[in-house]
Antibody, heavy 122, light 107 residues
């Protein structure tokens, strides 16, 4: 049974960098699934941030204007999100997730972390 | 981006009711649609994918239909555990996008 757990600072200053890690247990991030970041805020609902494949291939939401980066740490079986130049609009619950189907990004997400609230404020 | 529009935003129903939620895509997404259920303080849980495929372990009272731009999630007989918020998601193109949610509340 795969489990995902987000971790990182709950408070980030405006113009700073948001850094989160998703630790994976019960499975390997080297498995041929896509690993995803999604966020949820009251004002914008669920927003897809981006994803990474074990080969290092990534896709991102253009709305983030190249502020987002996702990387994988295979030895530690975790993947990470960095979001630069944050503003109050980036305040949200951040979730990591896994694609349901292996070998394709064409599918929903079956395993999710519990989510972590990140507030952008001085 | 493909816009996903759900209706209604809120649905009041009773246990045993048949309820349906609609999701409209701003362009043709074939059958590349998923439905999620979310309860307060929890992550979304996938119910359906490919518009009508039931995820393993999801009760058969849930069903999905549609293709192209119009999709429906139906709960044949609403159970107490089903009061939650439901979201559609398209995975036809990038960026993946979600509907704004439909809250199913007790009448």
């Amino acid at each position: 049974h795969v489990q995902l757990q987000e971790s990182g600072p709950g408070l980030v200053k405006p113009s700073g960098t948001l850094s989160l890690t998703c630790a994976v247990s019960g499975g390997s991030i080297s498995d041929t699934h896509w690993w995803i970041w999604v966020r949820q805020s009251p004002g914008k609902g669920l927003e897809w941030i981006g994803e990474i494949y074990p080969t290092g291939s990534t896709n991102f939401n253009p709305s983030l204007k190249s502020r987002a980066a996702i990387s994988a740490d295979k030895p530690n079986n975790q993947f990470s999100l960095k979001l630069t130049s944050v503003t109050a609009a980036d305040t949200a619950i951040y979730y990591c997730a896994r694609s349901l189907h292996p070998d394709t990004a064409m599918g929903p997400y079956d395993y999710w972390g519990q989510g972590t609230l990140v507030t952008v404020s001085s | 981006d493909i816009q996903m529009t759900q209706s209604p935003s809120t649905l009041s129903a009773s246990v045993g009711d048949r309820v349906s939620i609609t999701c409209r895509a701003s362009q043709d997404i074939a059958i590349w649609m998923a439905w999620y259920q979310q309860k307060p303080g929890k992550a979304p849980k996938v119910l359906m994918y490919k518009a009508s495929a039931l995820e393993s372990g999801v009760p058969s009272r849930f069903s999905g239909s549609g293709s192209g731009t119009e999709f429906t999630l139906t709960i044949s007989s609403l159970q107490p555990d089903d009061f939650a918020t439901y979201y559609c998601q398209q995975y036809y193109s990038y960026p993946r996008t979600f509907g704004q949610g439909t809250k199913v509340e007790m009448k």
